[in-house]
């Protein structure tokens, strides 16, 4: 979770005044109805190609600003 360096609080946080919902680990094929592990599995691979683009960018944002430094 990102949050603010000054106020420490994830923009979630200061929107609805609570942490966000944590969002679970899927084992693959524990649910009984196909459809719905079809949804989970790709919205599990969805969430961790967002993970990788986001540490990506950071990395890159990072470089830039050390760079200047």
């Keep these: 979770m990102s949050t603010h360096s000054d106020t420490r609080l994830s923009p ?3 929107t ?3 942490p966000p ?3 679970p680990q899927y084992i693959i ?13 790709t919205r599990q ?3 961790s190609k967002l993970q990788r683009r986001l540490l990506k960018a950071q990395t890159n ?5 050390d760079r200047n430094r």
């Design 61 to 65: 944002m990072k470089a830039y600003v």
């Design 29 to 41: 094929g524990t649910s009984p109805v196909e459809a719905a592990d079809s949804i989970l599995v």
């Design 16 to 18: 609805y005044g609570k």
């Design 12 to 14: 979630f946080e200061i």
């Design 45 to 47: 691979a969805l969430h």
């Design 21 to 23: 919902p944590a969002l």
